[in-house]
């Protein structure tokens, strides 16, 4: 019986192919599951890799510019008949291929090339598909930049991201030329969401007052609702200005900075405060939007609502008022493209009047953004759509969901909480006796959900 395995060499034998451990490597991650789908190898060679990857995939497409070597892999695959030959040169003439579901790179490794490797494999990718990237000599010690330095072009891409690391470790010698300073090769995936996806925004920024420490509640239970709906969540960590110059809340408008200077395609985004879980089953609220701006009704305490309208009014917009009932909470936003132009407007009000906004912020004790995000919504004739409170259902205790006092006169259960809204937002807990206060909320509700 042959093994194909045989006489195939390894890099140590011939440098231009990969290590033996590679190809096993190969054939791990892929196994069965790829027996229906087409692979692209960018660098024939001898053909040696290629029939590793002919047992693994239902055809292989393999380019190469030089006919001896093309010779040479058809007859080292003359019993793979799934395996078709193209005399190609990759950089030079258009990648004109269809329903590709892996690119294997392995052809030139100079970093210029390679950026067109990759370049030309992500546009084979479908829209709202996702496509492998497997990159050969990752570790390769270059006297010039090569396959690692482009990859690492791609860090902030969220859309591209190393799975898996294959082939001889770092410091390997499996090169003759010199040990690897980096592992031999590695998996890519590259995932296009269309449009843009829909992204969950969570900042959950360190200031050292332990607050943040259960934000990891947030994001857990986040990450499954985006997981479940195919959304992507941006946890936001590090701060964009000192918090002295603008409170957290007010940098969250530099959203679309974030979001431009990454590389992030996207559709809408749910901008949400990191003192809320959402339930496992809250539908999306995405696909209620109408593409507008969203928020819920921010029905909580209604005295510091009305306090906060009138200081800010009187301070800031010449006694303008609006109606509380018209007054969102600023924990929930759905914004999409069109609101960037907003978002600049409430940028350059913030440069503008720092010092007045400031000095506000101080002597009211009301809000930092979100009454003047009010006020600039009225001003600025933005068209929100307010969603139901169980989007964001706030001021828990007021509203006799929390059991905070051994005097209340409901139960030390959730079941309310559960059936009123889908996600919870743990603000306005009064102090108390229990000492039941946001954290100790969050990791009930968190582990109540979802353990
Ligand atoms: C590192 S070797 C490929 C090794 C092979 N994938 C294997 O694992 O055994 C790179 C190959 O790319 C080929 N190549 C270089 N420039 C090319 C181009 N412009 N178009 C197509 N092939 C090219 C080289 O002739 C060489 O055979």
């Known amino acids: 019986m042959t093994n ?82 193209l005399l190609k040169d990759v950089y030079n003439t258009s990648w004109d291929f269809n329903d590709i579901d892996v690119v294997f790179i392995d052809c030139d490794h100079e970093i210029s090339s390679v950026l067109k490797d990759i370049k030309n494999a992500i546009s084979l990718c479908k829209p709202n598909d996702s496509i492998l990237i497997v990159f050969d000599d990752y570790g390769l010690v270059n006297p010039w930049e090569g396959v690692k330095e482009a990859i690492a072009k791609y860090d902030n891409d969220h859309r591209f991201q190393i799975i898996r ?37 969570l900042p959950t920024i360190d200031l050292g007052n332990n607050r943040n420490s259960s934000y990891k509640y947030a994001v857990d239970s986040w990450k499954n609702w985006c997981d479940k709906n195919n959304c992507e969540l941006l946890v936001w960590d590090e701060l964009i200005l000192p918090i002295e110059e603008m409170k957290i809340t007010w940098q969250r408008y530099y959203l679309f900075d974030i979001l431009n200077s ?64 018209t007054y969102i909470n600023g924990g929930f936003q759905i ?73 209340c006169f409901w139960g030390d259960v959730l079941d309310n909480l559960y059936s009123s809204g889908w996600v919870y937002h743990f603000n306005g807990i009064p102090g108390n006796d229990m000492e039941r206060d946001a954290s100790y909320w969050m990791k009930r509700v968190y582990e109540e959900l979802y353990t």
């Not at 995939?57 to 892999?73: P, R």
Request: hydrophobic share 30%.
């Open 165 to 201: 690391e294959i082939g001889e470790p770092k410091g390997s010698d499996c090169n003759p030329r010199a040990n690897l300073r980096d592992v031999e090769g590695v998996i890519c995936k590259y995932t296009d969401y269309g449009d843009g996806s829909n992204i969950v925004f």
């Open 4 to 85: 194909i395995f045989d006489n195939v060499p390894d890099k140590r034998q011939d440098k231009n192919t990969t290590s033996l451990k590679f190809k096993r490597d190969l054939i791990d991650f892929f196994g069965e599951d790829y027996k229906d789908k087409t692979c692209l190898e960018i660098g024939t060679h001898r053909g040696y890799t290629t029939k590793i990857l002919s047992s693994l995939f239902e055809k292989v497409i393999t380019c190469e510019v030089n006919k001896d070597l093309q010779d040479f892999a058809k007859v080292v695959n003359k019993d793979n008949t799934n395996v078709e030959f």
């Open 335 to 407: 914004v999409n493209k069109k609101h960037e132009k907003f978002f600049d407007i409430m940028k350059t009000y913030y440069e503008e009047n720092s010092d007045n906004i400031k000095e506000s912020i101080k002597v009211l004790e009301t809000a930092t953004d979100q009454t003047i995000l009010n006020f600039m919504l009225k001003i600025n004739n933005i068209d929100v759509k307010v969603l139901p409170d169980c989007f964001n259902l706030q001021d828990l205790a007021r509203k006799n969901l929390l059991y905070i006092h051994e005097s």
């Open 262 to 325: 990454n590389e992030i395609n996207y559709n809408q985004i749910l901008m949400v405060d990191a003192d809320t879980i959402v339930h496992p089953d809250c539908p999306n609220f995405f696909e209620l939007s109408d593409m507008k701006y969203c928020g819920v009704m921010n029905n909580g305490d209604y005295e510091w609502v009305n306090r906060s309208i009138k200081g800010f009014g009187e301070l800031l917009f010449d006694n303008k008022t609006i109606h509380p009932s």
